[in-house]
């Protein structure tokens, strides 16, 4: 697999030389592969969004290198076309919605790519379809008039329309109700079940991504403290309980089994896997209770 | 415009940083009469001089005014080949029609010098003094005007509320800047429709956070029985010093000066 983004000894300061100088990220070095799912964790004021913004070529690093899709957005003239091939899903997306319809809203970014008309059109459905929504009773409506997790979901199509190569998601959980954050979490694995899509979901909740994440990233005050394969995080405890990220039910119940001494196979993905493992458990410790 | 905003207020602890605000906004009342109402070329000069010494003891770093300043320079540059351009007097030099004047220079130059000086008096009041202060001192100065039924009040509360938002919305127009920039808006198009297109990209949704803003900030207030009375707490914590009373005599002077040069 080919190396997509790669950030070598990264570091990013805000403001540099005035009383706000702000040391956001330090030394930071990630590399993903195309197709992976990364997740990027952190708590408040951690550099997550100031990473987002580095490899959309919105910033560009202090010291250090980022390049995108082989691109070293350090050059300007490279930088400004990045948006084409990086989509970045900001915080709370729905607060950038400005065009009058559902239509327009979602055909800006097409309409800059300088597509034609038709091509626009049926990406626009195709689109809105991929976020949930029938897109021939929803087009002529006014997106004032929705509900917020509608316009979410109407901002995120907008990007998706993009058919970008990485998709960087800055919090598309926050503020949904459940209903919408199972709506969001299936964008996120169709996504995945193509191979070429790489993504990057930014959240301080570990329990929505883990299953679904390839990689882990977390940040601490700019600092990256861990960055590796889901397992390899499973076997630090001392950074879960560090950082207090809670693990999926299934995955608890499997590390409290391991603690009484009761052999579990922790590495299980979703429910139906620690379903299974907990059958097999219970039928070999039979005659044993 | 990824620098300070223009105008916010930096902590600091520096002598014009603890002087009340009453103080500051007398002073500046002073050097508006005064630079308005003066012609001496030297005389605005020294009042640069003086701002200039007092940005230094404020600690607020020179740099960062600087680069402010570049912001109003195609304001400067205009107001001072206007003048130049425009007063009829002994011309130094031609240019096709136009003829520069020496007594349109001299105008030009004081002109400029005023702008400068008006700009970076308001920037030192703004950059020392928290918004609360200073409502609370414009609060205080106005407040006779109560007498004749003028709610000073309701005028200082838009004020300071207005001061208290300002950062908020840069920030925010900021981030939806960055927002349309990753959908390929642009804002360097040699095309000037396509610019305006993208900065109807940002003021529209501004606008919408705003109005929403307003509305839970109203409600916010009414729920913490805001009345529309005169903040009296707030202007009970101004404490006038020595150093207010001596600063204000001083200006006094510099502006007696001014008006008898």
Redesign the interface.
Known sequence: MSKIIDIKDLSYIYLPGTAYQQQALNNINISLNQGELLGLFGGNGSGKSTLAKLLNGLIYPTTGRVTVCGIDTSIKALRNDLWKKVGLVFQYPEQQIFESNVYDEVAYGLRNLDLSESEVKSRVYEALKRVGLIPNSMVNLSPVKLSGGVRRRIAIAGILALEPEILVMDEPMAGLDPLGQKLMLDIIKARQENKTQTTIIISHNLKDILALADKIAILEKGYLVFYGEVPELLNHIDILSKFRLELPDYLQVAYALNARGIKTNSEINNLHEAGLELIRIISSQKGKF | M???KLGQY?HGNSLIHSLDPRTKIICCTFIVIGILSSHNFWYLLAFLGLILVAIKYSG??L??IWRSMRGIRYLLLITFLFQAVLTQGEAVFQVGALSVTREGVVIGLINLLRLVILFLGSILLLMTTTPMKLSAGLEFLLLPLNKIKIPVQYFTTIISIAFRFIPTLVEESL??K?????????FDSPKILSNLKSY??IL??LL??SMLRAEDLAEAMDSRCYGGNPNQYRMRTLKYDRVDIYLIIFMAIVLLAGLLI
């Open positions: 990824n620098d300070i930096v607020t770093p740099s960062s981030s939806i960055d927002a349309q920039r990753s959908r390929g808006a642009r109807l990209a529209i949704p919408a956070s």
